[in-house]
Nanobody, 124 residues
């Protein structure tokens, strides 16, 4: 059983940066694909980025490619999302999730474990 806790959200001006962290407590986290999703008010949850268990493969939504970077440290069981050049449309609750199968990193339905979310607000 994995427990995921996100941190690092906050209020930032457009063009600014934030780094989100996702800390896991389970014993098998280092074997899971880990992803970030976000949900803005009135919208469906959407894929942001994902990383393979080794860190060798990363996946990004087109809307964040070139601005966001996902990384992981399996020794500390932490996954990061570095967000640069933030835009008001990046405003959302950001969720960390872990997938034991890793068959569909872009699909929220492939993820078995979820954090509680952290709010990111980008002002114009």
């Amino acid at each position: 059983q994995e427990q995921l806790v996100e941190s690092g959200g906050g209020l930032v001006q457009a063009g600014g940066s934030l780094r989100l962290s996702c800390a896991a407590s389970g014993r098998t986290f280092s074997t899971y694909v880990t992803g970030w999703f976000r949900q803005a008010p009135g919208k469906e949850r959407e894929f942001v980025a994902a990383i393979s268990w080794s860190g060798g493969n990363t996946y990004y939504a087109d809307s964040v490619k070139g601005r966001f970077t996902i990384s992981r440290d399996n020794a500390t069981k932490t996954v990061y999302l570095q967000m640069n050049s933030l835009k008001p449309e990046d405003t959302a609750v950001y969720y960390c999730a872990a997938s034991p199968t890793g068959r569909a990193p872009h699909s929220q339905y492939d993820y078995a474990y979820w954090g509680q979310g952290t709010q990111v607000t980008v002002s114009s």
